[in-house]
T-cell receptor, first 114, second 112 residues
Framework: SAVISQKPSRDICQRGTSLTIQCQVD?????MFWYRQQPGQSLTLIAT?????????ESGFVIDKFPISRPNLTFSTLTVSNMSPEDSSIYLC???????????FGSGTRLTVV | DAKTTQPTSMDCAEGRAANLPCNHS???????VYWYRQIHSQGPQYIIH???NNETNEMASLIITEDRKSSTLILPHATLRDTAVYYC?????????????FGRGTQLTVWP
């Protein structure tokens, strides 16, 4: 199955700043997905990122706040812009690992905004 | 939005089978049932998925009712390391391909 590397694994940021999270996959994948997990909550899908097209955002998430890049079939970035303490969450990326393995998740980026 | 209903919590004795139920009464014909688990804020781990037939792999078995409105994940011999939140997710293969909408899941606690 696909192996995902996410960077950074954790960060503490000042409010009003932005953080870019990287997701690298060891194989080419068509779609990559970004999720957010707020403290004590379940995962929420932010957006779907396809190479060569604009990301598709879920209800409640906008491009200005969470811009996404997908420059090639193995890499994507999610930026959390103009952060506030409410953005403190774990951010995870996911890819299709094939019919036998479902969708694989990275280990996540734990973001704390102070 | 999540299309599944699961009990909030369950427990199981180590070595016994853990049977985790899930209701998905509004599932569509082209939607699969996926099971994932998450251990203490790690990334979710894929367990198994199925469409309408029962499935088994090295981790678990998935039993889907004939009307596909519910399913059961079976961990045949639970260990302490199986303590986790288990998520049952319904996901399609069309425009929503790959989009997983997580509910609250079931907190499974395996006790010695």
């Amino acid at each position: 199955s696909a192996v995902i590397s996410q960077k950074p694994s954790r960060d503490i940021c000042q409010r009003g700043t932005s953080l870019t999270i990287q997701c690298q996959v060891d194989s080419q994948v068509t779609m990559m997905f970004w999720y957010r997990q707020q403290p004590g909550q379940s995962l929420t899908l932010i957006a779907t990122a396809n190479q060569g097209s604009e990301a598709t955002y879920e209800s409640g998430f906008v491009i200005d706040k969470f811009p996404i890049s997908r420059p090639n079939l193995t890499f994507s970035t999610l930026t959390v812009s103009n952060m506030s303490p409410e953005d403190s969450s774990i951010y995870l990326c996911s890819v299709d690992a094939g019919a036998l393995y479902g969708y694989t998740f990275g280990s996540g980026t734990r973001l704390t905004v102070v | 939005d999540a299309k599944t209903t699961q009990p909030t919590s369950m427990d199981c004795a180590e070595g016994r089978a853990a049977n985790l139920p899930c209701n998905h009464s509004t599932i569509s014909g082209n939607e699969y049932v996926y099971w994932y688990r998450q251990i203490h804020s790690q990334g979710p781990q894929y367990i198994i998925h199925g469409l309408k037939n029962n499935e088994t792999n090295e981790m678990a078995s998935l039993i889907i009712t004939e009307d596909r409105k519910s399913s059961t994940l079976i961990l045949p011999h639970a260990t302490l390391r199986d303590t986790a939140v288990y998520y049952c997710i319904v996901s399609g293969r069309g425009s929503t391909l790959g989009r997983l909408y997580f509910g609250r899941g079931t907190q499974l606690t395996v006790w010695p």
